[in-house]
Structures are given as C-alpha cells and as structure tokens.
C-alpha cells in the first residue's frame, strides 16, 4: 500500500485541476451555474467564462446567459465538472424561452406558498 504525500492531496483537491474546464456550480441558493472555470483564488472564489444560470421547473429548462461571472466563494455547495461528449439532461426535459420558464417558476412558487398556507390553517388539527 502507497500513502500519498501531502502535496498530492492538495493538489487533487484543489480547484486547478478544473482550470479551463466546463462546470456546474450548485450554490446556497438553489442555482445551478454552467460556464467554464476562468479563474480562483484561495477563498473558491471563483471566475466562470461563458456563464449561464440553468432553470429547472418539472421537466421544462432555460439556460439564462450571465457571461463573464464573479461567484464568491461562500455561497458554492457544490462544484462538478461536466462531461463534453455527454448529454446534461434526460431526453424528456424541454428548452424553452425564458419568459415561459419565468411564468412556470411563478405558478410553481404560488403553488408552494398556497401549500405552506393551508398546512397553517390545518395546524389546529394536530392532536399530539
């Protein structure tokens, strides 16, 4: 068994090995960035290149460009790098414009905030 030295583990945790690559950036709230890693610094602070926000709403989408884009470090979960040759979505999700995902994100919030209403009035209910 080989054990690997410190300076392997910091370089293959580090963000270098996603210079120049294509990635989906998951952050605190909820969206997912696209774009290519540009540029970072010790904080993940990061510089994506050709940035979009992806929108998912059920099985419709919208890829918004944002282009040249700052994400502070803080605020990312999660980052991956995404395979070229591969399709990023299941085949049952459609594009559409962004004012249709718009609506749809609307309806879907509406929706939420009518659900946690009526889970209020019913909170009398509750014989614990």
Request: charged residues 30%; aromatic residues 6%; glycine residues 6%.
């Amino acid at each position: 068994m080989s054990w690997a030295s410190p300076e392997d583990i910091y370089t293959s945790t580090s963000l270098a090995s996603y210079l120049d690559k294509k990635l989906l950036v998951l952050l605190r709230d909820g969206r997912k960035l696209l774009g290519t890693l540009r540029s970072f610094d010790q904080f993940a602070n990061a510089v994506l290149e050709g940035a979009c926000d992806r929108v998912i709403v059920g099985d419709l989408y919208c890829d918004i460009p944002l282009g040249l884009y700052i994400i502070r470090g803080e605020n990312v979960v999660l980052i991956g790098e995404l395979d070229v040759d591969k399709e990023e979505l299941p085949p049952h999700m459609t594009r559409v414009p962004e004012a249709e995902i718009r609506r749809a994100q609307k309806a879907e919030r509406e929706a939420t905030d009518l659900k946690g209403s009526m889970r209020k009035r019913m909170e009398f209910l509750d014989m614990d």
